[in-house]
């Protein structure tokens, strides 16, 4: 089935450091979407990306959707502790079934105080 | 506030009972969504509704796992006879029908003993 590659895997930062993961896929997308997920919860959505070359903040937060439309690029500015979690990115590729998402595997991210 | 909701959010049984999780979905949202989450798989997704009817379910054993939505307001998943394989953590999304946003639950946790 679809496969997205999501990197890095993990990432270890420093509390203000600026933090950037990416995916990539092999078939074209049309839908790019970023979750966050913390311990023991359900994945939350963070920003949904539509266009090729569309770029959209939430907070410090931002995301783009890559002209390619094979990737996506989540940013984070000046990190702070409650950043930590995994990110998932997730997409439907154009030939896709309707509704259905291909997840990532997740960048785990730790912040250092 | 709109969000899902799941229960039981933990569930530890022995292999071969039956298992019974259930999901409700964000009120109005007509698409539903069920997954799997372990770290060697990460999320996969098991099967989806629209509209109540099942359009999907190629991603579930079909031998012990059943999907059902009794009405708009109650998903359940069930798995019967449960095995060990079967320990994970089991998710239910929602959405609308037109819109590839997918909105998580906390999730149920499962140990298969």
């Known amino acids: 089935g679809q496969q997205l590659n999501q990197s890095p895997q993990s990432m270890f930062i420093q509390e203000g450091e600026d933090v950037s993961m990416n995916c990539t896929s092999s078939?074209?997308?049309?839908?790019w979407l970023w979750y966050k997920q913390d311990p023991g919860e359900g994945p939350v959505l963070l920003i949904a990306?539509?266009?090729?070359?569309e770029l959209t903040s939430n907070g410090r937060l931002t995301a783009q959707f890559g002209i390619t439309r094979k990737d996506s690029f989540l940013n984070i500015s000046a990190s702070i502790p409650s950043d930590v979690g995994i990110y998932f990115c997730a997409g439907r590729d154009s030939g896709g079934s309707n509704y259905k998402l291909t997840f990532g595997k997740g960048t785990l991210l730790t912040v250092n105080p | 506030d709109a969000r899902v909701t799941q229960t039981p959010r933990h569930k530890v049984t022995e292999m071969g009972q039956e298992v019974t999780m259930r999901c409700q979905p964000i009120?109005?949202?007509?698409?539903v969504f069920w997954y799997r989450q372990t770290m060697m798989q990460g999320l996969e997704l098991l099967a989806y509704f629209r509209n109540r009817a099942p359009l999907d379910d190629s991603g579930m054993p079909k031998d012990r796992f059943s999907a059902e939505m009794p009405d708009a307001t109650l998903a359940t998943l069930k798995i019967q006879p449960s095995e060990p394989r079967d320990s994970a953590v089991y998710f239910c999304?929602?959405?609308?029908?037109?819109?590839?946003?997918?909105?998580f639950g906390p999730g149920t946790r499962l140990t298969v003993t």
């Open positions: 009120l109005g949202h007509n698409t």
């Open positions: 999304a929602s959405g609308l029908m037109g819109a590839y946003e997918q909105y």
């Open positions: 990306l539509y266009k090729a070359g």
């Open positions: 078939s074209i997308f049309n839908t």
